[in-house]
């Protein structure tokens, strides 16, 4: 059962975590709002899409503050606590560290449970439909491209024409002309032409036809009959690939799994698709650690008239050392999936440097000594 006092720092606790995750999320949030805003809507996008787009990248940003906003909720709650003393008094009463880190401990597991569900849940289901909302309004950009009767401009240095478009979806005289390369122009016209589906992008493949290419430096123009030929069209549109997902869209159990068919729908071998899984897993630890880590530190110093900014700077620094363990060990097993129990070692790490704090923290005397030892 949650005692009363649990229950009191358990609040403050999570007081101060949403107020920082809100802060940290709007930060991120408008960052890239910034960017999507000047993407969608440079593009002719409604502010509909904007807002659409905006949400789904939502659950990934707050999967990445979380840890963060854990982090900083428990320094500045407990801080708050030791500058008004009320650590000492219940310290005096008979709290040790180790029954002081119960609140706390409660509070690293809730923010391993937030972040489990949006690392395994909301993260993959909102990047696969992000992918799919993508690659819907690149498909409506390819679409601007089929207007009859008139010249449009894609790119710069870059005019396209068809004259009509058949009930099958044929382009009927067709015009491109491409002026992208410095010195020369080379123009296309075709009887007919088809709009074909890339991995990447579509590519247009146009029949019975005549490219003339004008070389601007030497004023030489060269004459090229064809019957077909395929012209990319990368670079005038963005194509997304939606036969191809990246590991983040795909479920845990898939990746766990790494089947040839998820291998083949990612694009990547087995050790990528474990590693992503087990980066899930690890990464949610490491939030639930986090908090344990800037709690012990503060306590290591106990009280103090000129604050605890070295216990903090100390914190930091572990939670740094913390992250490069993590992926170093990550990396390690991307480049062999058999490697998989070093994706945990950040987690380990972290835990080791937490209860070594607590350690330390439960025998201030040690700390007294070394006072008296000194000069």
Same mark, same amino acid.
């Given at each position: ?35 999507? *805003? ?30 963060? %906003? =854990? ?9 708050? +606590? ?16 180790? #029954?002081?880190? #119960? $609140?706390? @401990? ?13 690392? !395994?849940?909301?993260? $993959?289901?909102?990047? &696969? ?19 009859? =009767?008139?010249?449009? !401009? ?5 005019? *396209? ?9 044929? +382009? ?22 088809? @709009? ?49 997902? !990246? ?6 159990? #898939?990746? @766990?799994? /790494?089947? $040839?068919?998820?291998? &083949? ?9 474990? %590693?992503?899984? !087990? ?11 986090? $908090?344990?880590? =800037? ?19 100390? /914190? ?39 209860? =070594? @704090? ?6 201030? %005397? ?6 008296? /030892?000194?000069?």
């Amino acid at each position: 059962m949650i005692g009363r006092f649990d229950r009191y720092i358990l609040a403050q606790l999570l007081q101060l975590f949403g107020f920082f995750a809100l802060v940290l999320v709007l930060v991120y949030w408008v960052n890239r709002a910034v960017s999507l *805003f000047d993407q969608l809507i440079a593009n002719g996008q409604s502010a509909v899409v904007f807002l659409e787009f905006t949400a789904l990248s939502l659950p990934n940003v707050i999967r990445v503050v979380l840890p963060i %906003a =854990g982090f900083a909720g428990t320094v500045y709650a407990t801080n708050r +606590l030791m500058s008004e003393s009320e650590l000492v008094v219940v310290q005096s009463t008979g709290f040790s560290p180790w #029954r002081l880190m #119960r $609140p706390v @401990l409660i509070f690293g597991v809730l923010v391993f449970l937030m972040s489990s569900t949006l690392a !395994h849940f909301l993260v $993959p289901v909102s990047q &696969a439909r992000l992918a799919d909302r993508s690659a819907e309004i690149a498909e409506n950009m390819t679409a601007r491209l089929l207007s009859e =009767g008139r010249f449009l !401009h894609p790119a710069e240095g870059v005019t *396209f024409y068809i004259r009509e478009i058949s009930p099958r979806g044929v +382009l009927q005289n067709v015009f491109l002309s491409d002026g992208r390369t410095p010195d020369r122009t080379v123009t296309y016209t075709a009887r007919e032409a088809l @709009l074909v589906r890339g991995e990447t992008s579509p590519t247009l493949v146009m029949i019975d036809g005549m490219a003339q290419s004008f070389d601007t430096t030497s004023r030489r123009l060269s004459v090229t009959r064809f019957q077909d030929f395929a012209f990319d069209l990368d670079g005038l549109v963005d194509g997304v690939s939606t036969t191809i997902r !990246h590991p983040s869209e795909v479920s845990t159990p #898939r990746l @766990l799994a /790494a089947d $040839p068919a998820t291998q &083949a729908l990612t694009g990547t071998n087995r050790n990528v698709l474990i %590693a992503e899984a !087990h980066e899930r897993f690890s990464n949610a630890l490491n939030a639930m650690i986090v $908090p344990l880590i =800037g709690f012990a530190a503060l306590l290591v110093g106990g009280y103090s008239r000129f604050g605890v900014w070295r216990q903090i700077l100390g /914190a930091i620094l572990a939670l740094i050392l913390v992250q490069m363990v993590t992926q170093a060990g990550q990396g390690r097993v991307r480049s062999d999936a058999d490697l998989w129990p070093l994706a945990y070692t950040g987690p380990l790490f972290g835990l080791a440097i937490g209860l =070594g @704090l607590l350690m330390l923290s439960a025998r201030p %005397a040690l700390f007294r000594r070394r006072r008296r /030892a000194g000069p």
